[in-house]
């Protein structure tokens, strides 16, 4: 896909270039790189001015599970401003706000009654740190304000948020304004030494953060994961085992679960909630990217009463002391309304059994192509590794395979090495075949060229 610019009229995207700056981007790179300025969407697929139609093989950063400019999700919206766009949370309260909350404690069956909300990921996960930190301060346990994060885990890019994610890009620019966490073994399955299971590493990872608790628990606060799959973190996978353990170890030394489930919840994983697949509850749970579909900001952070009950007080200070001006959005949590009858009345999680086999099908040919290893499947996630002796370039190779894609017809963003799609729920059979064979193009002409 080409730009081409008229020197005497500034095209959308030379004005783009002027005036915004663009996140998680090296500027400088758009020299050579062109921006696509987007004009629509419509199911799976993105038109930019041209006209050109890209397949959305990564939901569009993992929000939009179905499809651009879905008519239920339209219709939702627009009937909820001609009610009411935005009122503030403190004080005040609205049907939509009261109709998700009472869904979302549903469908975890109540062990996570109460409903915290913000607008973006980063934020339902400092919500859930300063809980836990001040249910320890209002529990006369001040020394419990440490937290535990696993290696190349990623929860968001604010400060509270950054301290728990292990990735060195953002480590090295901005550590000196983190404060300190305990970083413990991923569980990745990829980390197995000779005759390990998914499973024997999952046990591994748990024994190693047990001799943190022995050594810790009276300084830990909690403990944030993101559960069977760290996206960011070259989609690590790994088994349902560890959660059921780290659980089980958070409850016997008295530390919190948070479960980050921004990017894995909604169904991502193959059940509503990626906790499902280990049959647990943690005590925090966050979730944005796809609970309003990829329309509006919206993030929130759920709980248990435990935790709600020990804010409840006639003192101002004991309460939950943090607020941002759109929590909990009307237009937002519509928009997130509509996705929930979605999954309910066209039975999607049913439906994603059959669209997750095609999605292994259509990649089929990465199982056997000697260029690649760790090819790897949770739920509509799929993902796998081209191994460093095949790259010319590494550092290059994310740009390159991405830009190839785009002339292929595809929109995907490699992290490192690692190639993943994340589809939208739409996706017919043809065109997740198509999506497979596109990739395949670009792969060979990234390593061929």
């Known amino acids: 896909m080409k730009v081409i610019s008229d020197l005497n009229q500034p095209t959308l995207v030379d004005r783009s270039l002027a005036a915004v700056?663009?996140?998680?981007?090296?500027?400088?790179?758009?020299?050579?790189?062109?921006?696509?300025?987007?004009?629509?969407?419509?199911?799976?697929?993105?038109?930019?001015?041209?006209?050109?139609?890209?397949?959305?093989?990564?939901?569009s950063w993992w929000t939009n599970l179905f499809g651009h400019s879905n008519e239920r999700i339209n219709q939702a919206i627009t009937a909820q401003l001609d009610q009411i766009e935005h009122v503030m949370l403190a004080g005040f309260t609205h049907a939509p706000v009261v109709q998700l909350?009472?869904?979302?404690?549903?469908?975890?069956?109540?062990?996570?009654?109460?409903?915290?909300?913000a607008s973006d990921g980063a934020s339902a996960v400092e919500i859930a740190l300063k809980m836990s930190h001040h249910f320890w301060q209002l529990h006369n346990k001040p020394k419990k304000k440490k937290f535990v994060c696993l290696e190349n885990g990623y929860h968001g890019e604010t400060l509270g948020a950054l301290a728990v994610t292990d990735v060195a890009?953002?480590?090295?620019?901005?550590?000196?304004?983190?404060?300190?966490?305990?970083t413990v073994m991923s569980p990745d399955a990829r980390n197995a030494e000779n005759g390990e299971s998914a499973e024997d590493v999952a046990r591994r990872a748990a024994g190693e953060l047990e001799k943190l608790f022995i050594r810790e628990h009276e300084q830990i606060a909690?403990?944030?994961?993101?559960?069977?799959?760290?996206?960011?973190?070259?989609?690590?996978?790994?088994?349902?085992?560890?959660?059921?353990?780290?659980?089980?170890?958070?409850t016997r030394y008295e530390i919190h679960l948070i479960a980050d489930e921004i990017a894995v919840g909604c169904g991502r994983s193959g059940k509503f909630f990626a906790c499902e697949h280990a049959e647990i509850w943690p005590d925090f749970l966050t979730l944005s990217k796809g609970i309003s579909g990829g329309y509006l900001p919206l993030s929130l952070c759920m709980t248990t009463d435990k935790i709600y009950r020990t804010f409840y007080s006639d003192q101002t200070k004991q309460g939950?002391?943090?607020?941002?001006?759109?929590?909990?959005?009307?237009?937002?949590?519509?928009?997130?309304?509509?996705?929930?009858?979605?999954?309910?009345?066209?039975?999607?999680?049913e439906k994603n059994i059959t669209r997750s086999q095609d999605l292994k099908h259509a990649f089929a040919w990465a199982g056997t192509d000697s260029r690649i290893e760790h090819l790897r499947q949770q739920g509509m996630i799929l993902a796998?590794?081209?191994?460093?002796?095949?790259?010319?370039?590494?550092?290059?190779?994310?740009?390159?395979?991405?830009?190839?894609?785009?002339?292929?017809?595809?929109?995907?963003?490699?992290?490192?090495?690692?190639?993943?799609?994340?589809?939208?729920?739409?996706?017919?059979m043809?065109?997740?075949?198509?999506?497979?064979?596109?990739?395949?193009?670009?792969?060979?002409?990234?390593l061929h060229d």
């Open 21 to 59: 700056w663009h996140p998680c981007t090296q500027m400088k790179h758009h020299e050579s790189l062109p921006l696509i300025a987007i004009a629509k969407g419509k199911g799976a697929w993105l038109y930019d001015e041209q006209g050109n139609a890209l397949l959305d093989c990564i939901s």
């Open 101 to 117: 909350s009472e869904k979302l404690s549903a469908l975890t069956n109540g062990n996570l009654g109460h409903v915290f909300y």
């Open 169 to 182: 890009i953002f480590r090295e620019a901005y550590g000196s304004l983190l404060q300190d966490v305990h």
């Open 222 to 250: 909690a403990m944030i994961v993101e559960p069977l799959v760290q996206c960011a973190g070259q989609m690590a996978m790994y088994s349902p085992v560890y959660l059921r353990l780290v659980r089980e170890l958070c």
């Open 320 to 349: 939950f002391l943090h607020s941002h001006s759109y929590t909990g959005n009307p237009l937002a949590c519509a928009a997130a309304l509509a996705c929930l009858d979605i999954f309910e009345t066209e039975n999607i999680l």
């Open 384 to 428: 796998f590794d081209v191994k460093q002796s095949a790259l010319r370039n590494a550092s290059a190779f994310p740009r390159e395979m991405f830009s190839k894609s785009l002339d292929e017809g595809i929109l995907i963003r490699p992290i490192g090495n690692t190639i993943y799609v994340m589809p939208p729920y739409i996706l017919t």
């Open 430 to 446: 043809q065109e997740t075949e198509k999506m497979g064979q596109a990739v395949q193009r670009a792969l060979n002409q990234v």
